[in-house]
C-alpha cells in the first residue's frame, strides 16, 4: 500500500509541475539577461550558481541568508554592468 501512495505522489508532481524545455548554458548568460528571465528563473539560476560554486569548493552546505545577500550582491553588480558576464560577474565579486 505505501509503495501505491508512494508511486501516486510522485505522478501527481509529475503532472503539476511545471516542464521546461528550455536548456541554458550559464556560460552564455549575460547580466542584462537577468532582466528578461522571470523571478523563478532567476532564483532556479541562483541555486543553481550557488551549487556549481559550492561544488567547486567542497562546500556541501546552503546558507539562505548568504544566498539571498549574494543576489542582491550580484544584482547590483549586473545593474551597473549589464553587458558583463554572469559567471565573469561572480568571480570579480569573489575575488
Known amino acids: 500500500m505505501k509503495k501505491l ?3 501516486t505522489a510522485i505522478l501527481g ?3 503539476t509541475t511545471p516542464s ?3 536548456v541554458i548554458d550559464v556560460s552564455t ?3 542584462s539577461d537577468i532582466g528578461t528571465m522571470s523571478k523563478e528563473d532567476v532564483s532556479y539560476l541562483l541555486i543553481w550558481l550557488h551549487g556549481y560554486y559550492g561544488g567547486k569548493a ?3 552546505t546552503i ?3 548568504s544566498l539571498e545577500a549574494s543576489g542582491t550582491a550580484i544584482g547590483e553588480k549586473c ?3 549589464p553587458e558583463l558576464g ?3 560577474a561572480i568571480q570579480q565579486l569573489t575575488q
Open 29 to 31: 548568460v549575460k547580466c
Open 5 to 7: 501512495l508512494f508511486a
Open 13 to 15: 508532481l509529475a503532472y
Open 20 to 22: 521546461y524545455a528550455e
Open 58 to 60: 567542497g562546500d556541501t
Open 86 to 88: 554572469l559567471m565573469t
Open 79 to 81: 545593474g551597473a554592468n
Open 63 to 65: 546558507d539562505l541568508a
